[in-house]
């Protein structure tokens, strides 16, 4: 099931202001369901030398989130925007997604051969909002599974189509959603082997917004109905990768 898919198509797209605090509140009460089983480290909480200053960074746009040109180094430059460099190694071509500023955060490193070769094309899409993103859900019979999928197209030999299988139960993919939801902007920010390529904040419509409340709602109900015995969540991502091809939908 299908949260949203959209084709963006040059321009900046503009969803309307929250209207009140509680909607925050209603996904973070879903997920408040699911506390007894979620795990991870949030992000924000990983190091307790930095969080500090990581939770004193300016909100929303005001930050924009990169990969630090070292691993294993955080790093903070600039003015406007403030620019963080996030530490951790990220597997090539795949998202990842967390939260940061009270924003939802899309990290991509690219590392395919050819990649060099495509970059311009990539870029091309990231500046001109011409690339594609769909998020959705797989209500598989061992575990749920969020999907979030981003394509590339211009100026390639082919459609670089990426994707990421998510854990509910994970906290920042939690952190995630919630920011999506509450705020309705996310930035998308690529990489090619560590060294950024481009960025791009971008929103989503109130009716999106809307759709990721019920896409997340059906994640966790579909989760609470399969005792924690019988969740596979290795047999459901197995499961995804044989039945649903890559780019599927977009």
């Known amino acids: 099931m299908a949260f949203f898919s959209k084709r963006f198509g040059g321009r900046r797209s503009v969803s309307p202001a929250p ?4 909607a925050a509140k209603d996904i973070v009460a879903v ?7 979620t795990k991870g480290q949030r992000f924000v909480d990983a190091d307790p030398q ?3 200053v ?11 989130m990169r990969l630090s040109e070292s ?23 795949m998202p990842a997604i967390t939260e940061l500023s009270g924003t939802a955060r899309i990290l991509v490193d690219l590392g395919y051969m050819g990649v060099e070769q495509e970059s311009q094309g990539i870029a091309h899409d990231i500046m001109n909002r011409t690339y594609g993103m769909r998020i959705s859900y797989l ?28 854990d509910i139960l994970d906290r920042n993919v939690q952190d995630f959603y919630t920011a999506l939801y509450a705020s309705g902007k996310y930035e998308l920010s690529i990489h090619v082997t ?37 969740r596979d969540m290795n047999r459901a991502v197995n499961d995804c990768e044989r039945r649903h091809p890559l ?3 977009m």
């Open 247 to 249: 780019g599927e939908g």
């Open 54 to 64: 990581i939770k004193n960074l300016p909100p929303g746009e005001a930050t924009s």
């Open 50 to 52: 930095y969080s500090d």
């Open 71 to 93: 691993p294993g180094t955080i790093s903070i430059t600039g003015e406007d925007p403030r620019v963080f460099g996030y530490p951790g190694a990220l597997e090539f071509n």
């Open 19 to 22: 209207k009140e605090e509680p």
């Open 31 to 37: 997920l408040g369901r699911l506390e007894p089983w």
């Open 139 to 166: 209500s598989l019979k061992s575990y749920p599974l969020l999907r979030l999928q981003i394509s590339f197209y211009s100026h390639l030999q082919e459609p670089l189509h990426l994707e990421v299988l998510s």
């Open 194 to 230: 560590r060294r950024h390529l481009g960025s791009v904040f971008s929103s989503v419509t109130e009716k999106e917004r809307n759709d990721v409340y019920r896409g997340i709602s059906g994640v966790a109900e579909r989760l609470e109905a399969i005792s924690p015995e019988e």
